[in-house]
């Protein structure tokens, strides 16, 4: 990787592409170029067939220039560092700074490559890419720019090994606010790949990191714990809480919404009562009767209508008549509530 500085101060990693990848990209592009050079060619050839012999060198001269030096040139403008060969193998011109190339950048490239590569047969590019650093031939170095791969092989995940059973959950009180994202990645690539390290090596490498990550969470590990368990147990405790906030946040909603309505049903006994009733609304009534929403008054509810007269009883015995309804007790009703009727409804 090079470390290329942007105007920002901002060091880039990328990957410099080196001879063979540049060789096949530029293979494409003089192919690509040659085969249209040479139907150009032809059609000049037909269409000057009339003309003088300095004419037709003169027309062959500008349709060199034109083809061999100026497309390359317009396609690199216009594509910012594209050609056709360069797109196929996954590779860009860019500058010194990482910025796109412009017409000027793209202009001295072509006119060196005409020298280094179309007149020396590419010898001298390729002498120039195998000793410069970044693989940069003489256009590049005058021109100010850089050939970079675009495309980077994806790289496997290797899942951490999980810590040993009787370490989990023992660094639940572990503070790791204050361990950067760099020693994480250490300890990450560590446990990953522990199996492949030499055993010296890899118990130097553990102490090591075991050390640093005390050293940011204050806190020793527990005696008798070797440090390649002792690291991958505080990276399954960070796992563990990243999996918990995720999960909790996942979870939160907007807020939770609340019913309204009037709680009715049959009320039982007399006296001051709440009403209960569909969407928890709670309310003053008799008994468990209906209620307003949050201590308003009910609405007086009308008089029942008086009952009938009893039938008279087939043998000649008296009617008989329901006994009255006990007074109520003192205090029992409240100003502009109707009197009680005394029917008690079916239960």
Request: charged share 15%; hydrophobic share 45%; net charge positive.
């Amino acid at each position: 990787m090079s470390g290329v500085v942007t105007g920002d101060a901002v060091v880039l990693g990328l990957q410099p592409a080196r001879l063979p990848s540049r060789a096949l990209a530029v293979l494409v592009d003089l192919v690509v170029v040659w085969a249209a050079y040479l139907l150009v060619t032809i059609g000049l050839a037909v269409a000057t067939a009339s003309l003088d012999e300095a004419a037709v060198t003169a027309v062959s001269v500008a349709a060199f220039l034109l083809v061999l030096v100026g497309a390359p040139i317009a396609v690199e403008t216009l594509s910012h560092g594209r050609s056709l060969g360069k797109m196929a193998c996954g590779l860009r011109v860019v500058r010194d700074d990482g910025g796109p190339i412009r017409f000027r950048h793209a202009l001295v490239r072509g006119a060196m490559g005409v020298v280094e590569i179309l007149m020396t047969l590419g010898v001298v590019a390729c002498v120039a890419s195998l000793v410069s650093e970044r693989g940069r031939r003489l256009g590049d170095v005058f021109a100010g720019t850089l050939v970079v791969r675009e495309r980077m092989p994806a790289a496997r995940v290797r899942p951490v090994p999980p810590p040993p059973p009787w370490l989990v959950g023992r660094f639940a009180g572990l503070d790791l606010s204050a361990v950067p994202e760099a020693l994480w990645l250490e300890v990450r690539q560590y446990l990953t790949r522990a199996r492949e390290l030499d055993p010296a090596v890899g118990r130097q490498l553990a102490g090591r990191l075991a050390d640093e990550l005390v050293a940011r969470t204050g806190t020793p590990p527990p005696a008798g714990v070797p440090a390649e368990a002792y690291l991958a147990g505080v990276v399954a405790e960070r796992q563990a809480r990243e999996a918990r906030r995720a999960f909790a946040e996942a979870g939160h909603g907007p807020g939770h919404g609340t019913g309204s309505g009037h709680g009715t049903g049959p009320g039982r006994g007399s006296g001051p009562g709440h009403g209960i009733g569909p969407g928890a609304v709670m309310g003053t009534g008799d008994g468990f009767g209906a209620g307003g929403a949050f201590g308003v008054p009910a609405a007086p509810v009308p008089p029942a209508a008086p009952p009938a007269a009893p039938p008279a009883s087939p043998s000649g015995a008296p009617p008989v008549v329901p006994p009255a309804s006990a007074p109520p007790a003192a205090g029992s009703s409240r100003e502009g509530r109707p009197p009680a009727t005394g029917f008690a409804p079916p239960a």
